[in-house]
């Protein structure tokens, strides 16, 4: 599977940003789908997950309240809605997918990943 994210930019603190992933080649309904972030000089981390048929969904405590995952397997799409952004959100983002069955929050559970996507938050 290939994904493709979009969506990213500079933004002020407070305001919302939607990022999207585009799925293609394999059966994109058969794959859990997360968001992972990195900010410069620290380590990726997990952002949210969500389940193949969309009806679990997973956060980071950082975001969780802020930010809502969710997907549309008939457009092979997984979108991340980023409210009340913040500074300490600054980072790229990353889309991934997994056909496994595991806890979701891992990033060595996700064998396929997209190129990111920038992410500025300015105070």
């Known amino acids: 599977v290939q994904l493709v994210e979009s969506g990213g930019g500079l933004v002020q603190a407070g305001v919302s940003l939607r990022l999207s992933c585009a799925a293609s080649g394999r059966i994109f309904r058969s794959y859990a789908m997360g968001w992972f972030r990195q900010a410069p000089g620290k380590e990726g981390e997990f952002v949210a997950a969500?389940?193949?048929?969309?009806?679990?969904?997973y956060y980071a405590d950082s975001v969780k309240g802020r930010f809502t995952i969710s997907r549309d397997n008939a457009k092979n799409t997984v979108l991340l809605q980023m409210n009340s952004l913040k500074p300490e959100d600054t980072a790229v983002y990353y889309c991934a997918a997994t056909y496994g069955s595991g806890t979701y929050y891992s990033i060595d559970e996700y064998p396929y990943w997209g190129q990111g996507t920038q992410v500025t938050v300015s105070s």
């Open positions: 969500i389940s193949w048929s969309g009806g679990r969904t």
